[in-house]
């Protein structure tokens, strides 16, 4: 149903969206008016009563079944003018217009239905002032669509009241039974009525922007696939029909990559080097004027403009000797350059270059500098501070102290807002220690020590001291890079200078880490190089601090850049290539948003499109020569109601809507064409400002023109379009070989099998259903496909096994299939059975039988099987070699509807269950002993109690709120401690943490509690009552709640952690610990 306007804006009423029809109603609506004006032959003749219109239908689309709206929404445009979107179960959009008298907006008179476009099924639409549509898709990515045209009933396929009214009067069925309603009861009839259309690209909508969507996930798998890079990808399969993808995420924010040069060498450092002259319209903006690399013995400075050109003398540097640091000098203009290199100080003015030497045979070890102050650090220890004079532009040494160490690194800090200097310096000792010196003007307190901390073993590699500008002021931070690869985090004091008792530490890679200030979403971050380039800033409420590393290669030495093509961007070194990169897909600080996000953490993800929606997938290692494997990922792919590949393309159905050409760019439409709003000024001076900026991208790519098409729905139920699909990961998830199911028959599952008679050869087991019906359930026949992957490129057929005894009510559809012991397990229906190779099929060895409701998920390790029951919870077996038979063990107590399970030990088995809850599972001690009678005297009532089979116990229970779909036991971080990886049905992906220690449960089970009290209830429920929605909830800390402590006020905060016998910053730093052992 949706609202008609009312009043002086329309006639008000409803539009009522069914099945092939849309239909106005009105409490006050008169007979509608008869097509041409007829007059129906006189008074007593029975007349139509319902104001109603067929819509358009797709050629394809039987006749026998109907097309269903889901989805209308009304947008009022200018006083009196409004127009109605409704989209169909198929995403077909229509445009709904009513006609009216000139005279009286009250009365409608007819209506309009004519086809706008296809779009992915929404849950809604929604119409902006801007002329934009936002379509939140049922499954897969979100979309928002501009507008090209709006007055398309000229030339669109369309259909109108008096066609659908004009049909039922020449039909006689007024005068019938069941008159109107019967008439347009019949899909028949509407298929008849209803001009008929072919679904292409974009006509009348382009796509300018997508929201990524996982949603719904249906399997996961976590692994180092792409040979190249240091942490784990997790592979996802997402999406529906069309929509499908396999996605591969990367914890890490997305870089575009927006330059790369070669260098005449391998770089030391890089610098740069701000503008003197201001841009933007209050004058505080700087762009960069010079890229300063420096070498092992010698300087490369590069000019900044439109291009980038190397530079000579003639830019006042020393390029004969390395650069150890630089700056612009001063607010504005005549403030000079300041270069650093291992003989002196050099200052770079317009009147020209003043230089102060080191005295004696000393060198400059290490430097830093900013706007107004340098400081420099010579071999031995000797620390010499110097500051711009503002009144004559000149540089003057201000002080010098004997710290007593080698100094390693440096780093004075940048000027904070409102200031003319930084007070603070952090200085790093080859003594393992980082010292705080002041800078404060006086005398006795320049670079007085204000604090220190101690590293233990290692040595600080670079320092770093940002300014983070929060509500009650600025705060200061201060970052170590240490030679170990890892980095330490603490806070400073802004008035005394005193470092934070409790720094955060986090292991980042296998090289030293190099740390640099950088800019980024208009805030101070940090850049960090280690093997892995990461980001790390201030964000989220209560000053938490976010890391996320960049995907993207190693970088060596890196600094902030920015001109007017890249406001926020990095320019960096990786070997002797130097790089200008950008954060976010397309230059923008778009990927930077999560970064500090309160709900997710940085990820990317890479989309690899698929043919139908994905069950299932699993790795196998190829053969390639007599010594090299290749690893390969096989997806099995479904669609009911669906045709396969070849079925669609003899009906001659494309499913890139490339047929008819849809891609044929707009002219410029009139004013008669646009959308007219009813709009405020601003709003008309925004979209005229928008208008200017999309002249320059009117020759729009395909891209912005492409959408999902559904494939033609069958006539008849048990069709089905499937195929298998091998990918390689290692480039970038191309597709190897594609196999196109027989007709009807659907993939459901796979697996990896290394039969022992095979001599250990990888093969693909694939279970097949032919003919499955869903309600009712059932199918005509099961089989087991084995494929053979050839030269890691192609599948080979090896054999089909048919699985189905005729009339058996235990044999159903083979939903699972598992690996054990050099064998094949399967499960069909309400069997468990298990395979050897044959040469022209599967050779069945032994079966289990009468299991409760039907096998979804089979797990194997050593003799045991793990056996998840659709209705029935886990049941455990085991296989007897000396009898050749499957034995029951174990089973659940509890009947629990079971989606996926993962095993954790042997004894230890993960469940997932369609309700959204997850409960861990423990064998008993001892349980399986008297499960196989080896004696043969037990008796045979006795075995088959019901109360003889063990039960298992439950170890945790927790109700995650989605139904989750796939679990995988992983490690996200190189060499890190293994977690409980889960993904939903809605596209989440979530972890469950073991602890390791008493003293984090009794933590965490405190802070648990107290949060329960004081954390903030959205919709006034009981945290520990949603988690315990089905069972107790069970030896499970919720960390979502856990995680709402840095968004509570300082006050709470300050209150729970005195509970905790803690302060504020250690409850923080604890809860950021656990989540970097995760990630």
């Not at 008179?109 to 099924?121: K, S, Y």
């Not at 004009?166 to 019949?186: V, W």
């Not at 600080?589 to 994905?614: C, H, I, M, Q, W």
Request: a negative charge; hydrophobic letters at 35%.
């Amino acid at each position: 149903l949706a609202a008609v306007p009312g009043g002086a804006d329309g006639p008000s009423g409803v539009l009522i969206g069914g099945e092939n029809y849309i239909e106005y109603m009105h409490e006050g609506m008169a007979v509608p008016p008869l097509p041409n004006g007829g007059s129906g032959g006189g008074s007593n003749v029975a007349k139509p009563k319902r104001m109603i219109c067929a819509i358009p239908r797709r050629e394809l689309h039987p006749a026998a079944k109907g097309v269903l709206i889901t989805c209308i929404t009304v947008l009022k445009q200018k006083k009196g003018k409004f127009f109605a979107l409704a989209q169909s179960e198929l995403g077909d959009v229509y445009k709904i217009t009513m006609t009216m008298p000139k005279d009286d907006k009250t009365t409608v008179t007819g209506m309009t239905v004519c086809l706008l476009d296809t779009l992915p099924v929404g849950n809604g639409m929604n119409i902006s002032k801007l002329a934009l549509l936002f379509i939140p898709a049922e499954f897969g990515d979100h979309g928002l669509y501009q507008f090209d045209a709006i007055d398309i009933e000229e030339n669109a396929v369309k259909c109108t009241s008096d066609q659908t009214i004009g049909a039922l009067l020449r039909s006689g069925n007024l005068t019938a039974e069941n008159g109107e309603d019967g008439f347009y009861g019949k899909s028949v009839t509407a298929a008849e009525i209803a001009p008929t259309f072919r679904p292409t690209l974009l006509k009348n909508l382009h796509k300018v922007f997508t929201l990524d969507s996982l949603a719904p996930i249906t399997s996961v798998l976590v692994g180092e696939l792409a040979g190249n890079e240091v942490s784990p990808q997790i592979y996802a399969l997402c999406g529906r029909g069309p929509s499908s993808s396999l996605r591969v995420l990367r914890h890490g924010m997305s870089v575009t990559e927006l330059a790369v040069s070669e260098l005449p060498g391998v770089p030391g450092a890089v610098f740069n080097v701000r503008d003197d002259k201001a841009v933007g319209k209050k004058g505080k903006k700087f762009y960069d004027r010079y890229i300063v690399v420096s070498f092992a013995d010698a300087t490369l400075v590069l000019s900044v403009g439109e291009t980038v050109e190397e530079m000579g003398k003639e830019s006042g540097f020393l390029t004969t000797e390395p650069t150890l640091a630089c700056s612009a000098l001063g607010s504005g203009d005549g403030g000079g350059i300041v270069q650093v290199y291992p003989g002196g100080v050099r200052h770079i003015q317009r009147d020209g270059v003043s230089q102060w030497h080191v005295p004696g045979i000393k060198k400059i070890e290490c430097a830093s500098a900013n706007e107004s102050q340098i400081l420099i650090a010579l071999v031995g220890g000797e620390l010499i501070y110097f500051e711009l004079d503002p009144m004559s532009g000149k540089l003057t040494e201000a002080a010098t102290r004997d710290v007593g160490s080698d100094v390693c690194s440096l780093d004075v800090g940048a000027v904070p807002k409102g200031r003319s200097r930084s007070l603070f310096a952090a200085v790093g000792c080859r003594d393992s220690t980082v010292r705080l010196l002041s800078l404060a003007p006086g005398k006795g307190s320049l670079l007085e020590q204000k604090s220190s901390t101690a590293l233990g073993t290692t040595r600080p590699h670079s320092v770093a001291l940002s300014n983070v500008e929060g509500e009650g002021g600025g705060e200061i931070t201060l970052t170590v890079g240490l030679d170990d690869g890892s980095a330490l985090r603490a806070g400073v004091d802004p008035v005394t200078g005193a470092i934070s008792t409790s720094p955060s530490r986090r292991f980042l890679g296998a090289r030293p880490v190099a740390v640099s200030r950088i800019t980024l979403r208009g805030s101070s971050s940090t850049l960090l190089l280690s093997s892995r380039p990461w980001i790390g800033r201030a964000g989220g409420k209560g000053g938490r601090h976010a890391m996320a590393p960049m995907s993207y290669a190693p970088l060596d030495h890196g600094c902030s850049f920015s001109n007017e093509a890249v406001r926020e961007g990095i320019v960096a070194t990786s070997g002797n290539t130097l790089r200008i990169l950008s954060v976010g897909d397309s230059g923008d600080a778009a990927a930077a948003a999560s970064l500090g996000s309160e709900d997710d953490e940085a990820f990317n993800s890479n989309r690899v499109n698929l043919r139908y929606t994905p069950r299932q997938m699993c790795l196998l290692s190829a053969r390639i020569t007599e010594s090299s494997r290749k690893i390969v990922l096989a997806i099995v792919e479904s669609d009911t109601n669906d045709y396969g590949m070849e079925d669609k393309k003899a009906m001659g159905f494309d499913g890139t809507g490339k047929s008819k050409s849809g891609s044929k760019k707009k002219e410029s439409k009139g004013d008669d064409e646009a959308m007219d709003m009813d709009m405020e000024d601003s709003d008309e001076e925004e979209k005229k400002d928008g208008a200017d900026d999309e002249e320059d991208d009117e020759d729009d790519d395909d891209n912005t023109r492409q959408t999902p098409i559904r494939g033609p729905i069958p006539s008849e139920k048990g069709r089905w379009g499937s195929c298998v699909r091998l990918v390689d990961p290692a480039d970038a998830c191309s597709t190897l070989d594609c196999v196109e199911m027989n007709r009807n028959e659907a993939a459901l599952c796979c697996a990896s099998v290394r039969f022992h008679s095979r001599g250990g050869e990888s093969l693909l087991a694939v279970g097949t259903v032919t003919g499955m019906t869903m309600h009712p359930l059932g199918h005509r026949e099961s089989h087991v496909v084995l494929y053979r992957v050839v030269n890691g490129e192609r599948l080979q057929l090896l054999h089909r096994t048919k699985v189905d005894n005729d009339g058996d009510k235990d044999i159903g559809p083979v939903l699972s299939l598992v690996h054990f012991q050099g064998r094949l397990l399967v499960g069909i229906g309400r069997t468990v059975r298990l395979y050897e190779m044959g040469k022209r099929q599967l050779l069945k060895k032994c079966e289990l039988r009468g299991l409760p409701a039907m096998v979804k998920t089979l797990q194997a390790a050593g003799d045991r099987a793990y056996v998840g029951d659709m209705m029935h919870s886990i049941q455990f077996l085991r296989y007897d070699s000396t009898g050749n038979r499957l034995v029951l063990v174990a089973k659940d107590r509890n009947p629990r509807p079971v989606t996926c399970t993962e095993l954790l030990d042997i004894n230890t088995v993960a469940v997932g269950d369609k309700f959204g809850n997850v409960s861990i599972l423990r064998l008993p001690r001892g349980a399986d002993v008297g499960a196989i009678d080896v004696t043969g005297t037990r008796a045979l009532w006795d075995s088959s109690r019901e109360d003889a089979t063990p039960k298992l116990e439950t170890l945790c229970t927790y109700h995650v709120g989605e139904v989750v779909t796939s679990m995988t036991r992983a490690s996200l971080v190189a060499g890190g401690a293994e977690s409980l990886i889960y993904v939903t049905v809605t596209g989440r992906v979530g972890a469950f943490v073991p602890f390791t220690s008493r003293e984090d449960v009794e933590f965490y089970t405190s802070l648990e509690g107290y949060l329960r009290a004081e954390a903030p209830r959205p919709t006034g429920r009981d945290p520990q009552a949603y988690r315990s929605y089905y069972a107790p909830m069970k030896h499970v800390v919720d960390g979502d709640l856990c995680d709402a402590y840095g968004q509570l006020p300082y006050d709470a905060r300050q209150k729970i952690a005195e509970r905790l016998d803690r302060s504020v910053g250690e409850v923080m730093k604890k809860l950021e610990d656990t989540k970097n052992a995760l990630l």
